[in-house]
C-alpha cells in the first residue's frame, strides 16, 4: 500500500493567496483526519471525516478554513485567504475507525509544510 | 473528556542508557493509549498501542510501554538507548471507537554519543 498522500509537500505563498492542500487516504480506510502542527501549538487536531462525512470540525480555526471529502479516496484542506500565522505543517491522516472494524491506529501522511509570507 | 500529558518536553540521554518518557491520561471511560514517534520532516509513525489484554506491550525498535490503570499513565521506555532513536515521540488516546485522537505535546528525545 502506498500510505497517505499528500500534496504537495511544500508550499509558499503570500498573504492572501488561496491554499489547497490534498489528501489521498489509504485504500478502504472509513476515517479522515486533518491536523496541524507547530512549535507553539503542537499536533491540533482541525477535522475529521467518517465516511466521508465531517463528525468533528471544531479545530477548525476560523471561517478561512474549509475542508471537504468529496469521496472516500480525496479530501482537500483549503484556506482562503492565508495569513502568516497559518504557517504550519498540515498532516492528513487515515484509519479504520468503529468498534467492530477499528485497529487503533492511525497512519499519517508526511505533510504538507506551508509558508505564508 | 481525554486529554494527555507529557512531563518534559526535552529529554537527554546518553547512548546505551535507559529511555523514560513520561505520559499522562485522563479519560472518562477505558482508554485506548498509544505511542507514537515522528522522525525530522516526516509524518508520525506508531511505536506501540494498549487497546486490551495484557498492560505491558511491546513496540518496534525496542520500546515497551506499561498501562498503569491506578496511575493514569503509560510511560514509554527502552533499556538501551540507541542514536537512531533521536526523534519527536507523542503519547495519545483515543475512545474505543478510534473515531478521535488526544495527542500530548511531544516529548524531543536526543541521544548523546
Known amino acids: 500500500d502506498a500510505g497517505v498522500i499528500q500534496s504537495p509537500r511544500h508550499e509558499v505563498t503570500e498573504m492572501g493567496q488561496e491554499v489547497t492542500l490534498r489528501c489521498k487516504p489509504i485504500?478502504?480506510?472509513?476515517?479522515l483526519f486533518w491536523y496541524r502542527q507547530t512549535m507553539m501549538r503542537g499536533l491540533e487536531l482541525l477535522i475529521y471525516f467518517n465516511n466521508n462525512v465531517p463528525i468533528d470540525d471544531s479545530g477548525m480555526p476560523e471561517d478561512r478554513f474549509s475542508a471537504k471529502m468529496p469521496n472516500a479516496s480525496f479530501s482537500t484542506l483549503k484556506i482562503q485567504p492565508s495569513e502568516p500565522r497559518d504557517s504550519a505543517v498540515y498532516f492528513c491522516?487515515?484509519?479504520?475507525?468503529?468498534?467492530?472494524?477499528?485497529?487503533?491506529?492511525?497512519?499519517f501522511g508526511e505533510g504538507s509544510r506551508l509558508t505564508v509570507l | 473528556a481525554q486529554s494527555v500529558t507529557q512531563l518534559g518536553s526535552h529529554v537527554s540521554v546518553s547512548e546505551g542508557a535507559l529511555v523514560l518518557l513520561r505520559c499522562n491520561y485522563s479519560?472518562?471511560?477505558?482508554?485506548?493509549l498509544f505511542w507514537y514517534v515522528q522522525y525530522p520532516n516526516q509524518g508520525l509513525q506508531l511505536l506501540l498501542k494498549y487497546t486490551t489484554g495484557a498492560t505491558l506491550v511491546k513496540g518496534i525498535n525496542g520500546f515497551e510501554a506499561e498501562f498503569k490503570k491506578s496511575e493514569t499513565s503509560f510511560h514509554l521506555t527502552k533499556p538501551s538507548a540507541h542514536m537512531s532513536d533521536a526523534a519527536e515521540y507523542f503519547c495519545?488516546?483515543?475512545?474505543?471507537?478510534?473515531?478521535?485522537?488526544?495527542f500530548g505535546s511531544g516529548t524531543k528525545l536526543n541521544v548523546k554519543p
Open positions: 479519560s472518562s471511560v477505558p482508554p485506548y
Open positions: 491522516a487515515s484509519s479504520s475507525s468503529g468498534a467492530a472494524m477499528g485497529t487503533g491506529e492511525l497512519f
Open positions: 485504500s478502504g480506510h472509513n476515517s
Open positions: 495519545a488516546v483515543s475512545q474505543y471507537n478510534f473515531n478521535k485522537f488526544y
